[in-house]
């Protein structure tokens, strides 16, 4: 059994596989840039105001001024605004040369002739954005390797990008496995329904990737056609429950069957000890997740996720930094992920009944790591990984956004 550190080191030495592809604004968000986007143009390619007031030419401490006329966002003042002279701006317009904006609630609103009532709103370059101040033509302002969410979007599309070249988002092929497992509870059955399937379906939605699903029984050939189908429509396979040690466990060897050879099995984490994962000639990766559901959703996180950003430019889980808001403790042997909450003086662990207390993990709002054998008290530094899809992407960037 391999180390938590380990099997991300093995992962690491996955190919890289990316196609790289263009696609507009609009069909970018949630996916990974594979080029740096860089400004066109000067950023605010102009002197623009910031408020709505008087663009004033300041002269001495005179505090009136001649109103010339009305500059509007869009607009440029046709001539010159000479020293005690001034025009009525818009938030957004650009600022006449030489001028300075005063704020219209620190003035009388006049409109022939406007006085400044609050002279400390007399000073240069009060309330102007000055042009380049934000960024130069030609500065990377989104790096090659960041997930691009709403704001990186916009960001582009100020840019003056209408297109960016993104990874090619690989393609999951979902197999739940197990008897027991159905889509809806069975009256006088011994079953339970399927979770794990609509966890990783979400999963996979949040990321920005498609998905198919299927469900295979615990019989080898069952398993077998599902493993088939969905590696000839996927680039990723990932199952569910089969892959720990009992006779029905048939994910590891019936992987091999298919081609695929065994990158690591077995991690000395809790919950996801029995984690699978193989890679084939052909490019096409196999990720077995313990069937337990919180077991499901820590190593989608810890495992899947890594060997998604292979086919991803790179990028990384977005751990956090955060101090424990009580005291904690692991007293196994095994490095532990415990889901958490994001509280008041930092994170606290959600009180659980083990790998299959989904209902507990949804309260939390990411994994805690804890090392064997921790005990932890308030205020310890702890790394946190947020969940996928509760508010952060769960990427990183491969590299810094901004230079």
């Known amino acids: 059994m391999i180390t938590y550190a380990e099997a991300l080191a093995r992962i690491a030495t996955l190919p890289a596989i990316s196609t ?37 030419a300041l002269v001495g401490d005179r505090r009136s001024f001649a109103v010339l006329g009305t500059v509007a966002a869009g607009v440029t003042w046709p001539g010159a605004v000479r020293p005690g002279e001034a025009v009525r701006i818009m938030t957004g317009a650009l600022a006449p040369t030489g001028t300075t904006v005063v704020p219209i609630e620190a003035t009388d609103g006049g409109v022939e ?24 033509a030609g500065a990377v302002v989104l790096a090659a390797g960041m997930r691009l969410g709403p704001t990186q979007v916009a960001a582009a599309a100020m840019a003056g990008a209408r297109e960016v070249a993104v990874h090619r988002a690989p393609r999951l092929g979902l197999v739940s496995t197990g008897d027991e497992v159905v889509g809806a509870g069975v009256d006088g059955a011994p ?10 379906l979400a999963f996979a939605a949040a990321l920005g990737l498609t998905a198919t699903h299927r469900h295979a029984r615990d019989d080898a050939d069952a398993l077998r056609a599902a ?22 466990d048939l994910v590891p060897a019936m992987s091999a069957q298919l081609g695929f050879v065994t990158v690591l099995h077995h991690v000395a984490m809790q919950p996801g000890k029995p984690v699978f994962v193989a890679a084939r000639a052909d490019g096409r990766h196999l990720v077995g997740l313990p069937g337990n559901p919180v077991s499901v959703l820590a190593t989608a996180h810890l495992i899947l996720l890594p060997v998604l950003a292979r086919r991803l430019g790179g990028c990384t889980p ?16 095994r490095q532990l992920f415990l889901p958490a909450r994001l509280v008041p003086g930092g994170v606290q662990t959600v009180p659980w009944n083990g790998s299959g207390d989904l209902l ?43 230079g």
Do not use: K
Request: charged share 20%.
């Open 113 to 136: 002739t406007v006085t400044v009532t609050e002279p400390t709103a007399l000073a240069l370059r009060r309330n102007i954005a000055w042009r380049g101040e934000d960024g130069r």
């Open 20 to 56: 790289v592809e263009r696609v507009p604004l609009a069909a970018a968000a949630g996916r990974v840039l594979a080029g740096d986007v860089a400004l066109d143009r000067d950023q605010p390619p102009f002197d623009r105001s910031t408020m709505d007031g008087y663009a004033v």
């Open 191 to 200: 079953t339970i329904a399927d979770s794990n399937g609509p966890f990783l």
């Open 318 to 333: 977005a751990w956090l930094e955060l101090p424990l808001a009580a005291p904690t403790r692991n007293r196994g042997r």
């Open 360 to 402: 507990a993990a949804a309260h939390g709002h990411g994994l805690v790591d804890l090392a064997p054998g921790a005990d932890l008290p308030t205020g310890t530094m702890v790394r946190l990984l947020p969940y996928v899809g509760g508010g952060d992407a769960g990427l990183l960037p491969a590299r810094a956004v901004r």
């Open 227 to 248: 493993l088939t189908a969905a590696a000839a429509d996927s680039d990723v396979v990932v199952t569910t429950g089969g892959v720990s040690a009992g006779d029905r």
